[in-house]
Each structure stands twice: as structure tokens, then as C-alpha cells.
């Protein structure tokens, strides 16, 4: 499939992407290993795609860095963030970690379990707004999942719909590392006008100012997914990044929205989760693990299932089913 890579940088960056192309040098890069079986998706950065492993038969995503970003050292050095940090996150059931990363015939890619599924984008632009009930979980699950990576030092720094994938089970779990960064190095993000790293609608202010972000960056970023979640509108919305941006800064957000009513205490959460200074949001994600607590008891299991196409790979039902149908006539 050719297909244009749609973000940043230069002419070379917009030169047609051959995913055939790379999908047959990943054949030959990984033949003793992974059969190479489908394209799963295109991203700014990268392009993903299913194999099966030749002895177990575990399916795994790996995602290959868009050839023309090889040579751009920023978009480079974000790649093989994405594999380390992804790496040290192993271990938490609402986060896909990274397995394994490499370099072979130009191609940088990194191994993670596939998961088969939809992201919260799809599901959200699929089903509308979410009941309280299921936004509440949800955003508990996600909230888990950046204890998890604050334990470890680790802020996200891109928490968006896109980045955040529902499996066949039910759980939600956070992708892309891409832009995370250690808490312990002061980081700041330089605002661009052109390739903004992040997603807009979701960044907190300090991190459009270019400020020092910590894990309140995160937490905000949650709050206006579970904002979206809840009514079905993004919190933060414009026509240009300018007025996106500028929504962020200006702390005129109403909580009006006739679907935040739904329970007394959405609107005070969603305040704290969303308050422009950091230092009048929840300090981290155990304080708001309380809230959380405090403002529901947690319905045990989650009433959302992604929209998932079948398994066109696999044969083993249908060969079950002649043999027993050679037995009958036998
Ligand atoms: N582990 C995975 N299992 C299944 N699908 C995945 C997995 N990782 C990514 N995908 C899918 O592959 C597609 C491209 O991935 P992704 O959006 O992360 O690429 P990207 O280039 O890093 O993104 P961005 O555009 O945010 O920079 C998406 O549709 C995503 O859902």
C-alpha cells in the first residue's frame, strides 16, 4: 500500500510511504522468526504490522519508523525513547510494553505484543459519549497505569485517545512512549509552530509554554479525556492550533454540558484535573486514585467490547471442522 506519511519535517518526509516494501524487507529481516502476515495501521511516525511467531504462533506488533524519518535525528532519537522506556514498562496490565528493538536493513523497528483491539478514538467516534460508569473505569484503569510509570520515573507526555487502545477484555492500555521522558531530568518541551510534539488537544498548559512538565501534565491530559469521554466533545477544541492552544490558556472552560450533571462530583474532578496552574490539580496519581474511590464504587467489569474484524489469518477452526466431518462420513 503506498500511502503519504502525514507529519512533520521536510520534503523527504513527504515522500510516499511503501508499506509492501517494508513489510517484504521485514520478511527477510525476521524469516527464521516472525511470519510477517498484515499492515495493522499507519502512524505520523511509524507503521505497524502483525506477525506470528514461526514456533509458538504469539502475535506481535512491530512497528517500523517511516524510512524518511531515519535521517532526521530528533525523530531518530523519539523512536528509540519510544523502545527504551517502552522496555522499562513491562510488567502492568494496562500498559503495552516494548519487548524487543533493532536495526537491520535501515529499518529501526520495535517488537510489542499485539493487541487486538480498537483505540479510544475509534471507540469514541464509533459509539458517542460514554456512560459515567465507563468513563470513571476507564480513566481509573488509566490512572493505574500512569502510577505505574510515575513509579518508574516515567512521564508520558502524549496521553491522548490515540494513544490509548482497548483490547478484547475489556482494558484499556496506554501506548507510544514516544515523547515520555524521565522525571528525574527537568524537561521542557519547546513550543513549534510547524510539528507540535504532542497532541494538542489533550497538552496542558505548561507543556504548550515549553514549561518544566511533571506528572500533573499527565494527570491534565487525563482529565480532558475523560471530559471527551463524558460528553463526546473534546474539552480544548479550535479550528487552528493557535486556538486550540489558546483554549488551554485561557481557563474559560464551563462545565455546563448538560452530561456532566450525571454525578455531583464529576464537575469538582474535572476542575482539579483541568486547572490551569499544576500546582491546583491532584499532585499525583494516588491522589487521584482517592478521588476516584471516593466518587463511585468501582462496577467490577467494563461494558465496552471493541469492534474487532475477524481473524482472517487463521484456519485452525475450519480444518477442526473438516476432520470431524471426515470421521462422520468414515
Ligand atoms: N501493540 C499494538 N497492537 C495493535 N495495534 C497497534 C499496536 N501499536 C500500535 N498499533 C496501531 O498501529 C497504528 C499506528 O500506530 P501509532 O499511531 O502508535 O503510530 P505512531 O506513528 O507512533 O503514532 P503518532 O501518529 O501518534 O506519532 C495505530 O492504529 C495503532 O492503533
Known sequence: MKTLIRKPGTARANAPLDTREIAARLAII???????????GIGGMASVYLVRHRIHHGHFAVKVLHPAHVEQADLLARFRREGLLGARLAGHPNIVPVLDVGEADGLHYLVMPYIRGEDLDHLLARVGPLSFEDSILITTQLNEALLYT?????????????????NEFGQFLLVDFGLASLSRHSRTIPPSRTSHPGTPLYMSPEQI???????????????????????????????????????????????????LAAHPGIKPL????????????????????????????????????PEIEPERESTAPRRRLSFIKEKAQS
Open 150 to 166: 510515575w513509579s518508574k520515573g516515567v512521564i508520558h507526555c502524549d496521553l491522548a485517545p490515540g494513544n490509548i487502545r482497548l
Open 30 to 40: 525476521f524469516a527464521g522468526r516472525y511470519q510477517v502476515l498484515r499492515l495493522v
Open 270 to 305: 474535572l476542575q482539579t484535573l483541568l486547572a490551569l496552574s499544576p500546582a491546583q490539580r491532584f499532585t499525583d496519581p494516588i491522589a487521584l486514585q482517592h478521588a476516584l474511590a471516593h466518587l463511585v464504587a468501582r462496577p467490577a467489569q467494563p461494558s465496552l467490547r
Open 209 to 259: 509554554l515549553g514549561d518544566h512538565v511533571d506528572i500533573r501534565s499527565d494527570l491534565y491530559a487525563l482529565g480532558a479525556i475523560l471530559y471527551e469521554m463524558l460528553t463526546g466533545k473534546a474539552a480544548f477544541h479550535g479550528n487552528t492550533l493557535q486556538e486550540i492552544e489558546q483554549n488551554h490558556l485561557t481557563p474559560k472552560l464551563s462545565f455546563s454540558h448538560p452530561r
